[in-house]
């Protein structure tokens, strides 16, 4: 089964799917056919030069650690591209082949007296403060994370809890106070780990009798990241040696900083002991990014790219996609990828595909109750005079345009239509729906009027 190349390829997508977005994932790794795997060389299919290219540009890292701890070291991965002539010829490019750092879950020994300019720290350094972007849903946990980076142990913020909802932002932050406090205290020793590779990490040194080696190991870093610890719960072992990795670290004046999809109150099987540490310092939530602070994400990932995405659809981006950064960023990949892969503009049109395809996006329910406040608030007429038998050219206006737009929106029939717009025969409904299409087809102001109240229907 460890020879089929298929099965091989299926592990390397579940680790590549855990890394990076669903949107940049469905878009640049489920098109990827593999082929063969033979004397270490994996050959997949891709669709086109520019698919290659991405790849090789954005997730070559990614790639290769993932291929090596799948499938082995050493593997290299070779594309096959197939090029769209009369004979449906293939070109095959062989991926770039540098060393990744090496991912293992082997506790690091203090015994081997690593030095700190050769100490491994984990952090990202693209993640910085410089493109962590501020807004009210995160303005508390983004200062108080700079000051920690700023004066690492020196600030009543130690330890810095930070937790939140997935997506929002938490390791991000935690590799922005890493490469922070790298740049300004290169002698100190820092280190980030998710709490899944701390866990694996105490197991294998229980296996291999190692415990001491590990405690001792913690207890020397300077400033200790650690993301998710809700991962600890219900792992009594684990957690009672952490809690004297924390004491030892606390007291030796050490930053500790962590992360949680929930708050320690609300955590489920951790040690009381553990719970009370965890509040010494700050506590801080992570909110879902406001509008405001979407857009900002959005534009600085859109001019990043080298992107030119038009202003409505950055807004219609940022008015439906509201959960998380992933999916903001993951949307702007997968517009970059269909606008070149099938050469056409970012319009609206592709941005709400792209939008549908991606999340759970549900168009706004239009009511009658709706397109009535919008009319009569539009033209500046009382909804009573709407309802009325007034003939007069406004009101009767108005009252043609309500009855098309709830033609346009609701499921009602003619006759429905009709008692709700002063008990009116579905006779006089068809006629008012006709005759503002032919205004709209002729009358360029009358146009103008339908697609502005068509817009805050919308908005």
Not at 134 to 160: D, I, Q, Y
Not at 279 to 303: A, V, Y
């Amino acid at each position: 089964m460890k020879s089929d190349y298929r099965f091989l390829w299926n592990n390397c997508l579940n680790v590549i799917r855990d890394n990076i977005p669903e949107p940049a994932f469905n878009t640049w790794f489920l098109p990827i056919v593999p082929l063969k795997y033979q004397d270490h060389v994996f050959t997949v299919q891709v669709p086109s030069q520019f698919f290659y290219e991405y790849l090789e540009d954005k997730y070559l890292d990614l790639i290769q650690q993932t291929l090596y701890r799948e499938i082995g070291e050493g593997t290299i991965l070779n594309y096959r591209i197939l090029v769209e002539t009369e004979s449906n010829t293939a070109v095959e490019l062989r991926g770039e082949s540098k060393p990744p750092k090496k991912v293992t879950a082997k506790v690091p020994s203090p015994f081997d007296r690593v030095e700190t300019s050769e100490f491994d720290s984990q952090i990202n350094s693209k993640y910085t403060f410089h493109n962590f972007f501020e807004g009210e849903s995160n303005r508390l946990a983004r200062t108080a994370a700079e000051a920690v980076a700023n004066n690492p142990a020196k600030t009543a913020f130690n330890p810095l809890f930070v937790h939140g909802h997935s997506g929002v932002g938490k390791t991000h932050l935690c590799h922005a106070i890493g490469s922070k406090v790298e740049a300004l205290f290169p002698e100190k020793k820092v280190l980030y780990l998710s709490a899944h590779l701390f866990k694996v990490q105490f197991t294998d040194a229980r296996r291999f009798n190692t415990i001491n080696d590990f405690i001792n190991f913690y207890q020397s870093i300077d400033v200790l990241i650690i993301d998710d610890i809700h991962e600890l719960s219900g792992l009594e072992k684990t957690q009672n040696t952490f809690f004297h990795i924390f004491n030892h670290l606390h007291q030796n004046n050490k930053q500790l900083v962590m992360t949680s999809d929930c708050a320690p109150m609300d955590m489920q099987g951790m040690e009381e002991r553990l719970l009370t540490r965890f509040r010494w310092g700050l506590t801080s939530k992570l909110e879902r990014p406001d509008k405001e602070l979407r857009k900002k994400i959005l534009q600085n990932k859109i001019l990043s790219d080298g992107l030119s995405i038009p202003a409505n659809v950055i807004e219609f981006i940022a008015e439906h996609v509201t959960e998380n950064v992933r999916d903001l960023e993951g949307i702007v990949v997968s517009l970059m990828a269909h606008s070149i892969i099938n050469n056409r503009e970012i319009d609206m049109n592709l941005a709400r595909r792209m939008v549908e395809q991606s999340i759970k996006f549900e168009r706004k329910r239009i009511t009658v109750q709706k397109i009535q406040d919008t009319v009569s608030e539009f033209f500046n007429i009382k909804k009573e005079l709407i309802q009325s038998s007034s003939r007069k050219r406004e009101i009767v206006q108005a009252r043609q345009v309500t009855m098309y737009f709830i033609k346009k929106h609701t499921e009602l029939s003619l006759s429905q239509i009709g008692v709700q717009v002063g008990n009116r025969n579905h006779a006089t409904v068809l006629h008012a729906c006709n005759t503002v299409k032919n205004f709209y087809e002729v009358d360029k102001g009358f146009r103008s009027d339908i697609e502005e109240i068509e817009k805050i229907l919308n908005s």
